[in-house]
């Protein structure tokens, strides 16, 4: 039997009240993991954690961090440390949309998206880096990006622009901290039907139809991917971006 040997995991995730995030935070207790739920959003997190822990659920599971704020974020991490002891993995899965096309784009939009998607993740993975790097026994390192990340979208001049440093910033950390035994990967999901993209149904319904499995994915697709790149079973990958789209990228037009 194979197993993923995330036992004894304590694992921070950022953008855990909902979606993709949650779904991960989920499946890390499935395997007896201790996923630590940060969000910015309180009452989310909340209603998350009763998800993922039930009756044990207890504010020690639960952080509510703007990940935009590094002094805040740092903050949180060295509290996790005091409740829960040294981390073992970390996953940035926090994430906004922004949707701007290229005249209309404000300087608001374009700062504010940026300092979630690229500078949030960047914070916490340095500060989840410093902490594995402490404990000295290696580690996982896993960032949500987006297939905007590797082709361009309408209206999403931000969005994908974020996203697409977001896999160049995981392949840099993965390169500087490869020597310590610190793997750091990025998963990049396609069409997900998330909280984010509540907007979206309609346009969600016939994307389906341009998927190879003809589906739109769930959050747990992508969990269940990333549960393969936090585990040994993904001991000789680092600095990868694997796609998780349905094979919607694969088709020639």
């Not at 998800?51 to 044990?56: E, L, N, S």
Request: contains cysteine.
């Amino acid at each position: 039997m194979i197993t993923l040997g995330l036992e004894s995991a304590v694992v921070p995730v950022t953008g855990a009240a909902s979606g993709i995030g949650l779904a991960i935070a989920e499946r890390l207790r499935s395997e007896g993991a201790t996923p630590l739920l940060i969000d910015v959003d309180e009452s989310g997190l909340r209603d998350a954690a009763e998800r993922v822990y039930g009756a044990d659920s207890n504010p020690r599971y639960t952080y509510p961090v703007d990940v935009s704020d590094s002094s805040a974020v740092d903050a949180c991490l060295a509290e996790i440390g005091v409740d829960h002891g040294p981390i073992s993995h970390a996953v940035a899965s926090a994430g906004i949309l922004g949707p701007s096309d290229a005249l209309g784009l404000t300087d608001e939009v374009w700062h504010r998206v940026m300092d979630v998607n690229l500078n949030g993740a960047m914070y916490f993975c340095r500060g989840a880096a410093r902490q594995l790097a402490d404990r000295g026994r290696g580690g996982s390192i896993v960032t949500i990006s987006s297939l905007g990340g590797l082709a361009a979208r309408e209206n999403r001049v931000s969005y994908v622009a974020s996203k697409a440093a977001l896999i160049n910033l995981t392949r840099a950390f993965a390169l500087d901290l490869g020597h310590l035994g610190i793997r750091v990967n990025s998963v990049a999901p396609g069409l997900v039907d998330t909280p984010i993209q509540s907007n979206n149904q309609d346009r969600f319904r016939e994307l389906a139809e341009t998927v190879p499995l003809r589906r739109i994915g769930t959050p747990d697709d992508v969990a269940k991917v990333v549960m393969f790149l936090l585990s040994d079973l993904a001991g000789y990958v680092t600095g990868e971006t694997v796609v998780v789209d349905g094979g919607l990228v694969a088709r020639y037009r």
